[in-house]
């Protein structure tokens, strides 16, 4: 597989860098543990193999180029990401009935990843600049959707972690909220940034 190495560097770089997947799987993390955050991370894994599909069978070029298509999806995703920004924003402290608040669920995920402009740009690039299987465009498709699968799962696993391990600081209502609102500030940030 020539590549791989390359590849892999840039899938770990591409993924594993702060956006909007990752810094809402942290705050997940940090409000509801790493446990109850398991379905949304699913649902963001899920995702993102539908946005590799897309990538590698040219859809998402196709809609692209669609007169007018780019600035309502772009409203869309933006529109999406405030609303998971404000509700970032607005979690009220963990208490000892936090477990009748809503986790974000497998849906939400989902839906996440399918309106994330910094995953369609990440697999166009790695799908674009990388043949791992030469002359075989289905087999090279195949291997890079199973590896980049592996990585995003890996990828998310330690960010959801990393927010678990921030749970203590969000029982004190003054910390929550400065946490809270980093985070939602940090979600909108990296939205426009990839969208830019």
Known sequence: MDGLSGFLLAALALTGSPGPATLSLTATGAAFGAGRGMAYLAGIVVGMMLVMAAVAAGLVGLLMAVPGATPVVTVLAGAYFLYLAWRIAMAPPLSDDGARRH?????????????????YAAMAALYSGF????????????????????????????????????????????????INIAFAALLVASAVFAVV
């Open 131 to 178: 043949a791992l299987v030469p002359d075989r465009v289905g087999a090279d498709a195949a291997v890079k959707m199973a590896v980049l699968t592996v990585i995003i799962f890996a990828v998310n696993v330690a960010w959801l972690l990393a927010g678990a391990g921030l749970t203590r600081f969000f029982r004190e209502p003054r910390s929550n909220r400065l």
């Open 103 to 119: 986790a974000p669920t497998f849906i939400a995920g989902l839906a996440l990843s399918l309106v994330n402009p910094k995953g």
